[in-house]
């Protein structure tokens, strides 16, 4: 059975300041690890996927893996009031063939606060 | 990323009916997936529909009560049969991106209320 856990939050985190959000994982066998970003009633919405252990930077976001410890995070850097969402961590196998369906995590509501 | 689009984008529908949902993708992918999102709830994988295969049901779901199609490489759809209140749900489809980078994009989703 995979397993994806995340704690639900609410974690406050003052405008301007770091949010880091984190996820650990069951399945020894998971290769592509994902985070999104779910506003109330919409669809979510992909910020980054991680591959490789150590760390992947976008703009205001940075991933880290931890394979051995299976465990990834999403850190948050300048947080702004629009970052306030539910974020996602999913996590798939890779058979070869194409993208694999994702296992989710019950999400982590983050505020920022203004 | 694919541009995906679901219709209906929600329905009320009674206790025993059955409801088809559309999922449109605007370039052709390989890979498509169904997902449900409970009430307050995160993602589910229903199924996993490959062109020109069965689609794959995950633990839990079954082809009787969800079947699909896969037509083509840019349409799927998903149907809801002999519908309960348990099944009040939004329905997400997915795509694999197109750059070959194992991500997925979601459609908007139909939110399914059964009475």
């Known amino acids: 059975q995979k397993e994806v856990e995340q704690n639900s939050g609410p974690l406050s985190v003052p405008e301007g300041a770091i949010a880091s959000l984190n996820c650990t994982y069951s399945?020894?066998?998971?290769?592509?690890f994902f985070w999104y970003r779910q506003y109330s009633g919409k669809s979510p919405e992909l910020i980054m996927f991680?591959?490789?252990?150590g760390d992947k930077e976008d703009g205001r976001f940075t991933a880290q893996l931890n394979k051995a410890s299976q465990y990834v995070s999403l850190l948050i850097r300048d947080s702004q009031p629009s970052d306030s969402a539910t974020y996602l961590c999913a996590v798939s196998m890779y058979s070869g063939g194409g993208a694999d369906g994702l296992t989710f995590g019950k999400g982590t509501h983050l505020i920022i606060q203004p | 990323s694919a541009v995906i689009s679901q219709k209906p984008s929600r329905d009320i529908c009674q206790r025993g009916t059955s409801l088809t949902i559309q999922c449109q993708v605007d370039?052709?992918?390989?890979?498509m997936f169904w997902y449900r999102q409970q009430p307050g709830q995160s993602l589910t994988l229903i199924a996993t529909a490959n062109q020109g295969s069965e689609a794959t049901y995950e633990s839990g779901f079954v082809i009787d009560k969800f079947p699909i199609s896969r037509p083509n490489l840019t349409f799927s759809t998903l149907t809801v049969s002999n519908m309960s209140p348990e099944d009040s749900s939004i329905y997400l489809c997915?795509?694999?991106?197109?750059?070959?980078?194992?991500?997925?994009?979601f459609g908007p989703g139909t939110r399914l209320t059964v009475l």
């Open positions: 991680i591959y490789s252990n």
């Open positions: 997915s795509a694999e991106s197109t750059s070959g980078s194992l991500t997925q994009y």
């Open positions: 370039s052709q992918v390989t890979m």
């Open positions: 399945d020894r066998g998971s290769q592509s």
